[in-house]
């Protein structure tokens, strides 16, 4: 059995692929109207300070964070949903939700909020980044 210790500032600079995880990356794709931050790989403690810092400097009507390439969140990141949809809301603007993989979306129905989160049903191809509600 092998042992890893290590700070939370050290894990944060810790791929993902070294505990035979999938590589955590992210893009951001902006109009006029919307941000998509779209995220791949695991959303938890050692990541969700990244995709907050995405979401927290776009600006726009619509911020949707894209969890399609999502393969794990934990509460870390389920609070980071909840945090941006609170902040949305208080600030007039739309957060919603592309979604994710079953495992993904388990934790919001464990959560008992998917019925109080805006989850589209994914981006229309004939408008470039427009999104269907």
């Keep these: 059995m092998v042992s890893i210790e ?7 600079d810790v791929p993902a692929s070294a ?3 999938v590589p955590f990356s992210i ?14 790989g695991d959303i938890d403690l050692a990541t969700v300070d990244r ?16 969890l399609r390439e ?5 509460t870390s990141g389920l609070r980071l949903v909840l ?5 949305a809301c208080r600030g007039g603007r739309r957060f919603a939700l592309l979604s994710g993989p079953p495992q ?16 589209l049903n994914g981006l229309d191809p004939s408008d470039g ?5």
């Excluded at 893009?27 to 791949?40: E, F, G, I, L």
């Excluded at 999502?70 to 934990?74: A, E, H, P």
């Excluded at 945090?83 to 902040?87: A, E, G, K, L, P």
């Excluded at 980044?129 to 509600?133: E, P, Q, S, V, Y």
């Design 6 to 12: 290590a700070r939370d500032d050290q894990l944060s």
């Design 19 to 21: 505990f035979g995880g």
């Design 27 to 40: 893009a951001v794709r902006q109009s006029d109207a919307q941000v998509v931050v779209a995220a791949s």
């Design 51 to 66: 995709v907050n810092a995405a979401l927290g400097d776009a600006s726009g009507r619509l911020l949707v964070l894209d």
């Design 70 to 74: 999502v393969t794990f969140l934990d």
């Design 83 to 87: 945090d941006h949809h609170r902040r």
């Design 104 to 119: 993904v979306q388990r934790l919001f129905d464990i959560a008992g909020i998917t019925d109080h989160l805006d989850f």
């Design 129 to 133: 980044d427009g999104l269907t509600a």
